[in-house]
């Protein structure tokens, strides 16, 4: 995984140095208000951060801390691009950031570079994003980096609503906005 910086972020590989940052903005209710366990549960949420900052990805996938480049040191969050099934080839992406980043365009910033990475360098057909269908933020940025509604899914026992983009149509919006096919 690389480092990414966009206008206003800093976008690097997330590790075990941000483990409390992480454990302090998911003890807000309301940044955990859409996502299900372990979450709710102190012990499994430890211990299943501790296994995500561990793992090891295939290249372009994994997580990258977000944080702001006038204040390098302030943590405002995460995004990701993680395996979605062991079977299929399609990729989940998803992003969550301390409450006061939100409202601010951070979570699409650094969504895009984070999904133009993982076709670059994944071998991936699709890039989902499985969204609580209150959660209007999160469909917001969704919509923003390029993801098109396709259809309601069970995720983990909860309705969600599916995004998705797959890797023909994503190199033509690139190449229709004068972008080469698959750069960062």
């Known amino acids: 995984m690389e ?8 976008l690097r590989p997330r590790g075990p140095a941000d483990f409390e940052a992480c454990l302090e ?7 955990i208000r859409y996502v299900g366990p372990p979450w709710s549960n102190e012990e499994e949420h430890r211990d ?20 702001a480049k006038d204040d390098p040191t302030r943590f405002l969050g995460w995004v990701m691009l993680h395996p979605y099934s062991v079977a299929g080839a399609e990729v989940e992406i998803g992003w969550r950031l301390r409450r006061d980043a939100w ?6 910033e650094a969504a895009a570079p984070v999904l133009a ?3 670059a360098k994944a071998d991936m057909t699709g890039i989902v ?22 259809g309601m ?10 995004y998705g983009i797959d890797r023909a149509t994503f ?11 698959n750069s960062k």
Not at 3 to 10: A, D, H, V
């Open 117 to 119: 990475q993982g076709f």
């Open 171 to 181: 190199a033509a919006r690139r190449a229709a906005a004068g972008a080469q096919p």
């Open 103 to 108: 409202g601010r365009g951070y979570a699409t």
């Open 3 to 10: 480092t990414c910086r966009t206008e206003r972020l800093i």
């Open 48 to 67: 299943f951060l501790r296994r995500r900052i561990e793992a090891r990805y295939p290249p372009g996938l994994g997580y990258w801390s977000i944080f």
């Open 25 to 31: 903005m998911d003890s807000d209710p309301e940044v």
């Open 153 to 162: 899914v069970d995720h983990d026992g909860e309705a969600a609503r599916r």
């Open 129 to 150: 994003a499985d969204i609580h269908p209150d959660n209007h933020g999160s469909i917001r940025v969704a919509e923003k980096i390029g993801l098109s509604f396709t």
